[in-house]
């Protein structure tokens, strides 16, 4: 398992745990590093709404992954947002169409937030790359 994180403190903690590599910094840099075809499956649950760019990292995950890609889109509530914005994290809700024909489980609850007890939904999207022909 190879994985990207932004945080500092859980790249070491995923190091500790069974990843063979992990890389630390912005996934958006980080993705562009790895050769077309590089890896099996590309897996993003949680993370996506911190990404701006998600055009770049959609292209990038499709150039990379041999066999899928699978992710979660959180859809927040404007509140959320806010409040998120309010601690300096800026958070985006990304829709499923940008993975073009995939198989997803839509609207369902993907976790709660501890601070308040709120439900996250969202999508869950398995896109799988067809081999060239």
């Known amino acids: 398992m190879l994985g990207i994180e932004v945080s500092p403190v859980i790249a070491r903690i995923a190091s500790e745990h069974g990843y063979s590599e992990v890389r630390y910094g912005p996934v958006e840099e980080i993705l562009g590093t790895y050769q077309t075809k590089s890896v099996d499956h590309i897996v993003a649950c949680s ?72 439900k996250i939904f969202g999508d869950i999207v398995h896109k799988i790359i067809q081999p060239p022909s």
Request: charged share 25%; hydrophobic share 40%.
């Open 47 to 118: 993370s996506l709404y911190f990404i701006e760019n998600i055009d770049l990292v959609v292209w990038e995950s499709m150039r990379i992954a041999r066999k899928s890609v699978f992710v979660s889109l959180e859809q927040f509530d404007e509140e959320t947002r806010e409040a998120m914005l309010h601690n300096g994290i800026r958070i985006y809700n990304h829709h499923r169409n940008r993975f073009g024909n995939s198989v997803v489980i839509e609207n369902t609850h993907l976790w709660t937030r501890p601070s308040n007890g709120k």
